[in-house]
Nanobody, 117 residues
Framework: QVQLVESGGGLVQPGGSLRLSCVHSGSPFSLYRLGWYRQSPGKERELVAVISSDGSANYADSVKGRFTISRDNAKRTVPLQMNSLRPEDTAVYYC???????????WGQGTQVTVSS
């Protein structure tokens, strides 16, 4: 079974940075496409970033150039580096793991990111 645990959320001022991390355990790391969603109260869930097994990444237009997703295969983690943060980035961020063989999706429990002065 797959378990995903997010960490690194918190309060940061506009223009600041945070680094989120998702620990993937229980199944082979390389068999999943990995990424991050976010959701704010009253808003639709938004795909923030996704990274495939070959390391190629895609980003939402709203975070492109500011956020960087990667995957550390040795540590089995999915970091999301968030720079130049804006108040509109405030949300609960959820890690997900998309199993390639059958397209099944696992979800983490979420970590709160608040950008405020």
């Amino acid at each position: 079974q797959v378990q995903l645990v997010e960490s690194g959320g918190g309060l940061v001022q506009p223009g600041g940075s945070l680094r989120l991390s998702c620990v993937h355990s229980g199944s082979p790391f390389s068999l999943y496409r990995l990424g991050w969603y976010r959701q704010s109260p009253g808003k639709e869930r938004e795909l923030v970033a996704v990274i495939s097994s070959d390391g190629s990444a895609n980003y939402a237009d709203s975070v492109k150039g500011r956020f960087t997703i990667s995957r550390d295969n040795a540590k089995r983690t999915v970091p999301l580096q968030m720079n130049s943060l804006r108040p509109e980035d405030t949300a609960v961020y959820y890690c997900y793991a998309n199993r390639l063989v059958d397209d099944y999706v696992y979800w983490g429990q979420g970590t709160q990111v608040t950008v405020s002065s």
